[in-house]
């Protein structure tokens, strides 16, 4: 392996569910002026899971299409991200390794720390394949996001899963060293154990994200990093679209820059098309982001991208990614529009239904109902097991 090898994300593919509520009927419903979503947080809909989805099915449904391309004998480490947990012992992953078919010579495990659990598992995954060049590591990110109805949260929902192929040599991003880190113990969002909808402080989880954004920068530049002016381009984790341009507004002025609307716009505008639409997919948004600008922006070769990496309670990761020559032959950007249309839209009771549902803990027989067109579902769960199949 030569000095200058690079290692970085060589395919990305996501998935998000089945149905879609539009924030005009979220807004219809709870008297909301539609302002206050579509530019107050810049969001039009959010993903809504069928009730035989979850993260497992949305997961196997965003690496699929890797595998399809690739083949699987060279991943032995799957890492599946998520903070929507579904058991406390068993990998998520583990269920994603058997609908895949995946080599039995294979390590899985979850990882989470909030919505900057992606990110971890990409580091980790970046060390493993420089310690051998010659294998490759699936990461999955796969988070529903679920607060309590008629909260403040709820408008700032959503769903999806993002895979992504870590490898050398990588044909679209190669993450550069260093990476700005930041920890700072806070309780700005969480879900105990008990609780199947997160709780958060609003306000608080917004302040708490801007500090980490400056925190993580200064850490970044003290490692010896890039000068803020050589990105074209910024990906935030966007719980919702407007929470970028906050973050990016307040990295200008921290770093004593210009504010002004079409610098901001310039770094942002084309990362936010899918979350717009998408809503909160927690620890995915931020690849989701990477994806909306590789899909939309003019030739990003060779050019640098600023990844900002946001786990509430908190972790921070600011880091550096530069655009693969080459890399528009290897998106899926047909396949990512499809994944977003394909959503059939659901009216608010129905959403409230699919929100409300969850499966009793008697240990009995419980089937779902058929809803989800896609290639994997929750069929049930029975004896406390889940029951995955491929359709
Ligand atoms: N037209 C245009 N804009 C309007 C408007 C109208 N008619 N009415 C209100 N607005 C604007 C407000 O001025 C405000 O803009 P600014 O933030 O720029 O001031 C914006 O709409 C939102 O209004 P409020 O702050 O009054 O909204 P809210 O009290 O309902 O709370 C929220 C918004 C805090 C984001 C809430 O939805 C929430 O708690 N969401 C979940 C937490 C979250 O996403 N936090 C983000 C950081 S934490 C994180 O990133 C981790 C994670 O994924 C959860």
């Known amino acids: ?17 089945e149905y879609v509520l539009s924030h005009e009927a979220l807004a219809a419903y709870n008297g909301t002026e539609i302002g206050k979503y579509h530019i107050g947080i810049g969001q039009r809909s959010m993903s809504v899971p069928a009730a035989d989805e979850d993260i497992v099915t949305l997961g196997a449904t965003a690496a699929a299409p890797i595998i399809a391309r690739h083949g699987s004998d060279r991943i032995r480490t799957v890492v599946f991200a998520t903070e929507s947990s579904i058991d406390q012992a068993k990998s998520a992953g583990v269920y994603v390794h058997s609908l895949l078919g995946l080599s039995s010579a294979c390590r899985v495990v979850e990882l989470k720390q909030a919505c900057y659990g992606a990110t971890a598992a990409l580091q980790f995954a970046i060390g493993l394949v420089r310690r051998d060049p010659d294998q490759q590591v699936l990461v999955i990110a796969s988070d529903v996001s679920r607060y309590e109805l008629d909260s403040p949260g709820e408008a700032t929902q959503g769903a999806a899963a993002v895979a992504m192929l870590v490898a050398a040599d990588p044909a679209l991003v190669r993450i550069e060293n260093p990476s700005g880190l930041f920890t700072a113990d806070v309780m700005d969002f969480w879900r105990p154990n008990y609780l199947t909808t997160a709780l958060v402080d609003g306000q608080e989880s917004v302040q708490a994200y801007l500090q980490a954004v400056a925190s993580s920068w200064k850490d970044y530049g003290e490692q010896g990093g890039r000068a803020l002016e050589e990105f074209a ?21 921290h770093t004593g820059h210009e504010t002004d609307k079409a610098a901001i716009e310039k770094a942002i505008g084309q990362t936010v098309a ?16 990477l994806a909306a600008l590789l899909d939309q922006a003019d030739d990003l070769t060779d050019q640098p991208i600023g990844f900002l990496s946001y786990g ?63 290639p994997f579902r929750l069929a049930g769960l029975s004896g406390h097991k889940r029951i995955y199949q491929t359709r």
């Not at 392996?1 to 569910?17: K, P, R």
């Not at 929470?243 to 002025?253: E, F, I, P, V």
């Open 312 to 374: 509430s309670g908190s972790v921070a990761e600011f880091f550096a990614g530069t655009v693969a020559p080459g890399y528009r032959e290897h998106l899926r950007t047909e396949a990512n529009l499809a994944a977003i249309a394909r959503r059939e839209p659901v009216d608010h009771a129905r959403y409230r239904e699919l929100h409300e549902r969850s499966f009793p803990s008697d240990g009995g027989e419980h089937l779902t109902p058929r809803q989800t067109t896609g």
């Open 274 to 289: 899918y979350n717009a639409t998408i809503g909160n997919s927690y620890t995915a948004s931020v690849y989701l982001a």
């Open 233 to 253: 381009a910024f990906c935030y984790h966007q719980p919702f679209t407007k929470m970028a341009y906050k973050a990016h507004h307040h990295l200008l002025h």
């Open 1 to 17: 392996m030569s000095s200058n090898s690079s290692f970085g994300i060589h395919d990305l593919s996501f998935a998000t569910t």
